[in-house]
């Protein structure tokens, strides 16, 4: 029998079945086309809604290896008023969803690293923080800014002590091998960062928070010893030295 005609008799089939039958013949046959189509729906409209909706970053902190606590909304809140950024018109993001390990062949890391590159790249990221592990891979690859250049000498005075030191010596012997194919093994980066006298050309590129009680209250870190670093091309000084006087309390 031709499908036309098969057709025409399942319809005239269908027109003699009551409306509950009918109801259930089409839950049976076009159910995954309608759940299907319900999927795109609600799918487009849930990527209009987030671009119509998301508000322009204020501040961007990469904390890598880290949770937020319960009193993270209070920290954010605070910070935000502190630097006069109005959340209601912009928000303040600290992405605690960057999780790196040790081996820099692991996949998480490597999908972790690349998308923090994307961001830094595009001028997105004012400070992260993360283990002297962590921060050193990205501070001999130029990340971080002198601290020299970004603290007033009031605070440079009082946030010596915290001190995260890399050697500009060392970062230009590795520069100068990776260029020349030299470097096939793993970096040796100086195992006290926090002591300049056991470098050549120590430059202040980062500071110890871990102690800091306010970190302590929104923020759990992964490990022991937790270093912050302003992102070279950062624009938002002001609000990146607001941050540093509310962690240390200034």
């Known amino acids: 029998m031709p499908v036309m005609d098969e057709f025409r008799e399942e319809r005239e089939a269908m027109k003699q079945k009551s409306f509950k039958e009918r109801f259930l013949y089409f839950c049976e046959y076009y159910k995954w086309h309608v759940i299907g189509g319900v999927a795109l729906v609600a799918l487009a409209f849930s990527l209009i809604y987030s671009v119509v909706t998301r508000k322009e970053w204020a501040f961007y902190g990469a904390f890598v290896n880290s949770y937020q606590t319960p009193e993270f909304d209070a920290f954010r809140e605070d910070f935000a008023d502190r630097a006069g950024i109005d959340l209601n018109k912009f928000d303040v993001l600290f992405d605690t969803n960057m999780f790196m390990s040790g081996s820099a062949y692991d996949q998480g890391n490597v999908d972790a690293t690349e998308r923090l590159m994307v961001y830094i790249a595009a001028g997105d990221v004012d400070v992260m923080a ?3 592990l962590i921060m050193d891979r990205y501070a001999y690859n130029d990340t971080f800014r002198d601290l020299r250049q970004v603290l007033p ?7 010596e002590p915290y001190y995260y030191y890399m050697d500009a010596t060392l970062a230009a012997e590795l520069d100068a091998r990776q260029e020349n194919g030299t470097l096939n093994a793993a970096p040796q980066y100086p195992a006290a960062p926090s002591d300049p006298e056991s470098m050549d050309k120590p430059v202040p590129v980062g500071l110890y928070i871990q ?9 759990v870190f992964q490990e022991e010893e ?5 992102i070279g091309n950062a624009e938002n000084m002001d609000t990146i030295l607001e941050l540093i006087r509310m962690i240390f309390e200034l």
């Open 226 to 230: 937790v270093i912050l670093g302003v």
């Open 211 to 219: 102690d800091c009680p306010r970190i302590g209250e929104a923020f």
């Open 153 to 159: 000498q009031e605070m440079q005075d009082r946030l």
């Open 130 to 132: 993360g283990s002297p």
